[in-house]
């Protein structure tokens, strides 16, 4: 198994440009989940999801959209990029039916100049 | 211990030495606590976990305490490696609400 994977692993984006940041799963896992990480800070929610068609915002959800059509795949939009956005990337996931930890990818770090 | 800002607290210790790191939580509520390992460039990696009806657990070469009077995590770690060298944060987790609250962080530099 892969894991989760996570693409692209950097990017530079211009301010008012758009991206979508790639995250999928091999486990089956119904929960996903999107955080960025600050330097020095601890990861912040952006959004989630419970599953297939179901997405809740997090803590941090201003300026990112995400979808989830299939069970394995989980994207982040930023439609317009703004300075405050750069930050380090994380997806995870977990099992839905046990008390089992996130199980995270390995970032993507974005800078928005 | 956890901090919030640019400057995470940074832990040296010799190799071989035993290593502890320290975590304030702040949520009654949660039901598990982990602790994660986090390397220059890489996502975040289970360690341990340990629930909240327990005091103390234990797995290879690492030992999690938690003392939910002054709600106070820490993570033990023995004989410490120059691998074991990146920062650590712990999380309090509330499965039921799918509320994760991460730490910031503690920095851990072996020396060899």
């Known amino acids: 198994n892969a894991g989760v994977t996570q693409t692209p692993k950097f990017r530079i984006l211009k301010i008012g440009q758009s991206m979508t940041l790639q995250c999928t799963q091999d486990?089956?896992?119904?929960?996903m989940y999107w955080y960025r990480q600050d330097p020095g800070m601890g990861l912040k929610l952006i959004y989630y999801s419970v599953g297939a068609g179901i997405t809740d915002k997090g803590e941090v959800p201003n300026g990112y959209n995400v979808s989830r059509s299939t069970t394995e795949d989980f994207p982040l939009r930023l439609e317009l990029a703004a300075p405050s956005q750069t930050s380090v990337y994380f997806c995870?996931?977990?099992?839905?039916?046990?008390?089992?930890?996130?199980?995270f990818g390995d970032g993507t770090r974005l800078s928005i100049l | 211990g956890e901090s919030v800002g640019l400057h995470l607290p940074t832990l040296s210790v010799q190799e071989g030495d035993n290593s502890i790191i320290n975590c304030a939580y702040s949520n009654s509520a949660s039901d598990y606590f982990i602790w994660y390992k986090q390397e220059s460039g890489k996502g975040p990696q289970f360690i341990i976990d340990i629930r909240s009806n327990m005091d103390k657990r234990q797995g290879q070469r690492v030992t999690v305490l938690l003392n939910k009077t002054v709600k106070h995590l820490s993570l033990q770690i023995a004989a410490t490696q120059p691998g074991d060298s990146a920062v650590y944060f712990c999380a309090e987790i509330e499965y039921n609400f799918n509320k994760f609250y991460f730490g910031s962080g503690t920095k851990l530099n072996v020396k060899p």
């Open positions: 995870a996931s977990r099992d839905r039916d046990s008390n089992q930890p996130q199980h």
């Open positions: 486990m089956n896992h119904n929960y």
